[in-house]
């Protein structure tokens, strides 16, 4: 069975499950992230476990549930937790999901993470959004055979080369940003640097990958906004930093950090989410 195939599959098992909701908007949550989930109405639940080929997360923090319903008004699809190219999966794996978002006809995503915060001034459980990124995993998920049915019927998608100038919409990120001013937060954007883990880096590669301009590190995000621009679908990406990146803190990093202090936000965040995905769905609807 071919690739698309499997992703057809599994969209079909999903879709049978939705019933009349045809989810707009993706979104992922990242480490520790995942309370925006219970903000969701109308919710329908399905375990990963349960989706035919859809990878199953085996880290701590990440619940492994696919929720979808209404958020702000909006139909979504809400990914509580991801896979990691760390655990051993593929980027072809790790992406999966993404895929079936796109089958479904997702036309948005906001993809959140943990990040560690490379750049002074960033406080812990600081949300940031993300302007651009620097991909440092060593692989991309589209190596291999280009297959262009991946495009859904979207002008100028599903192409072997393409553009990643704007991987991270310009219009949604004024969304973000204008959201997160009614609930009286300000938005810095910052660059994202994603590297493969599992171990966190040395202060000598953070302190490269700060000349090289980046803003925050995080090991996920990257592949999926790839994926999701090969279909022609929108990106969003917001950071939560969760620790001063190596050689910052005097303290060492640890995993129950970044997990604590995705925590502290989770909150902060689901309100936000439920803002920018009430007014998502009026820019993508218009063109509907
Ligand atoms: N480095 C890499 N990934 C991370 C970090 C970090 O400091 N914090 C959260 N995810």
Redesign the pocket.
């Known amino acids: 069975m071919s690739y698309f195939d499997e992703v057809s599959e599994a969209a079909h098992f999903v879709r049978a499950k939705l019933g009349s909701l045809k989810p707009r908007l993706g979104i992922v949550l990242g480490?520790g992230l995942g309370a925006a989930a219970d903000a969701v109405h109308d919710r329908v639940i399905v375990p990963y476990d349960d989706i035919p080929h859809f990878p199953k997360s085996t880290v701590e923090g990440h619940s492994g549930l696919l929720v979808a319903g209404t958020l702000g008004g909006t139909p979504v699809l809400v990914m509580q937790g991801r896979v990691h190219f760390y655990e051993g999966y593929s980027l072809k794996e790790v992406t999966f999901p993404m895929r079936v978002m796109g089958a479904l006809g997702v036309r948005a995503v906001i993809l959140t993470?943990?990040?560690?915060?490379i750049i002074d001034g960033y406080k812990i459980g600081q949300l940031v959004l993300i302007a651009d990124h620097i991909n440092m995993m060593g692989w991309n998920p589209l190596v291999g055979p280009n297959d262009p049915r991946f495009a859904f019927g979207r002008p100028n998608s599903g192409l072997r080369f393409f553009d990643m100038s704007e991987a991270y919409s310009k219009r949604l990120r004024q969304v973000a940003t204008q959201a997160a001013e009614l609930e009286g937060q300000t938005l810095e954007e910052g660059v994202y640097l994603a590297?493969s883990?599992p171990s966190?880096?040395t202060p000598a590669e953070i302190r490269a990958f700060r000349t090289m301009g980046a803003t925050l590190?995080?090991?996920?995000t990257v592949p999926e906004t790839i994926v999701a621009r090969h279909m022609g679908i929108e990106v969003l990406g917001l950071s939560c930093v969760?620790?001063?990146?190596?050689g910052l803190s005097a303290t060492p990093?640890n995993h129950s950090e970044?997990f604590e202090a995705g925590k502290l936000v989770e909150r902060k965040l689901a309100e936000l989410l439920e803002r920018i995905a009430m007014w998502i769905a009026a820019l993508v609807e218009a063109e509907a």
């Open positions: 480490s993470n943990a990040a560690g915060g590297v883990g966190f880096e590190v995080g090991m996920s969760t620790n001063l990146a190596s990093l970044v």
